[in-house]
Nanobody, 119 residues
Framework: QVQLVESGGGLVQAGGSLRLSCATS????????MGWYRQAPGNQREWVAA???????NYADSVKGRFTISRDNAKNTVYLQMNSLKPEDTAVYYC?????????????WGQGTQVTVSS
């Protein structure tokens, strides 16, 4: 059973920073990609950032230049460094991981961590 455990959320003022962590119960190299999604009240869950097996990263336009996704292979942990936070970044942030078994994809989610940015 794969577990993803997030931490690092909290309350911060606009312009501040937070770093989210996502620790996995398996080696990061079991996954073809890992990333972060977020969901604000009344909104659908949206993709934020991803890091693929080879280490390349991708970001949603809304966070590009402000957020950085990274990983520590030895700790089996993925991070999301969030700088220059805005009130519209307020959401529950979810860690996501995908692995393939043959041609069948399996998606895993963390329990979510709340990020609140005050104006």
């Amino acid at each position: 059973q794969v577990q993803l455990v997030e931490s690092g959320g909290g309350l911060v003022q606009a312009g501040g920073s937070l770093r989210l962590s996502c620790a996995t119960s398996r080696s990061i190299f079991n996954f073809i990609n890992m990333g972060w999604y977020r969901q604000a009240p009344g909104n659908q869950r949206e993709w934020v950032a991803a890091i693929v097996f080879g280490g390349s990263t991708n970001y949603a336009d809304s966070v590009k230049g402000r957020f950085t996704i990274s990983r520590d292979n030895a700790k089996n942990t993925v991070y999301l460094q969030m700088n220059s936070l805005k009130p519209e970044d307020t959401a529950v942030y979810y860690c996501h991981a995908r692995r393939n078994s043959g041609s069948v994809p399996y998606d895993y989610w963390g329990q979510g961590t709340q990020v609140t940015v005050s104006s």
